[in-house]
């Protein structure tokens, strides 16, 4: 019986080795898919970098804050 109890106490470590095993890839998409994240000169609001406007330098939200920015 002692030894079933072995037996089951090692499947358990293996599993717990083997679902931290896995835990570690998901990390470095994480750090693949998060973008830079730029702020709004404008108004101050950070978004994506990929979803921003950049005009002269300045990164801005939306192409109505790019003009109220440039028009100052
Ligand atoms: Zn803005």
């Known amino acids: 019986m002692s ?3 072995f037996i089951l106490a090692v499947i358990i ?3 717990l080795l083997l ?3 896995r835990k570690q890839p998901p990390k470095q998409d994480v750090a693949a898919a998060s ?3 730029v702020r709004c000169v404008r108004c101050g609001v950070h978004l994506p970098k ?3 406007i950049l005009a002269g330098g ?3 939200c939306s ?3 790019r003009r109220e920015h440039q028009a100052k």
């Open 58 to 60: 300045n990164f801005y």
């Open 19 to 21: 679902r931290s095993y």
């Open 50 to 52: 990929s979803e921003s």
């Open 3 to 5: 030894r079933l109890f």
């Open 35 to 37: 973008e830079d994240m």
């Open 63 to 65: 192409d109505a804050h």
């Open 13 to 15: 470590v293996v599993y």
